[in-house]
């Protein structure tokens, strides 16, 4: 089992940076990935960002170029950039802990969910 919690969201205008991170605990070992998922209230939770414990970054076509996403595997922590923010961008967004088997990435743990509003 995997504890996450997420810190850094808040209010920013459009065209601002927030970062946010993440600090997991527990079954550290199981982990493989890490993950940044958001959800606008009237739309579908989306993977943002991608960071596996070798590395590898991944990233949703929305963000590219805006958002990086890196970690401190010393302190079972990850981090997500946030420059050019956009009012789409608004959301609350979620940390993911995630394992990988046979190939596939499955879901360890979540965080609760830090609100993230952008104002125009």
């Known amino acids: 089992q995997v504890d996450l919690v997420e810190s850094g969201g808040g209010l920013v205008q459009a065209g601002g940076t927030l970062g946010l991170s993440c600090g997991a605990s527990?079954?550290?070992?199981?982990?493989?990935?890490m993950a940044w998922f958001r959800q606008a209230p009237d739309k579908q939770r989306e993977l943002v960002a991608r960071i596996t414990t070798g590395g590898a970054t991944e990233y949703s076509d929305s963000v590219k170029g805006r958002f990086t996403v890196s970690r401190d595997s010393a302190q079972n922590t990850v981090f997500l950039q946030m420059d050019s923010l956009k009012p789409e961008d608004t959301a609350v967004y979620f940390c993911?802990?995630?394992?990988?088997?046979?190939?596939?990435?499955?879901?360890?743990?979540w965080g609760p969910g830090t609100q993230v509003t952008v104002s125009s």
């Open positions: 527990g079954r550290i070992d199981r982990i493989s990935a």
């Open positions: 993911n802990a995630q394992g990988l088997s046979g190939g596939h990435y499955y879901a360890l743990g």
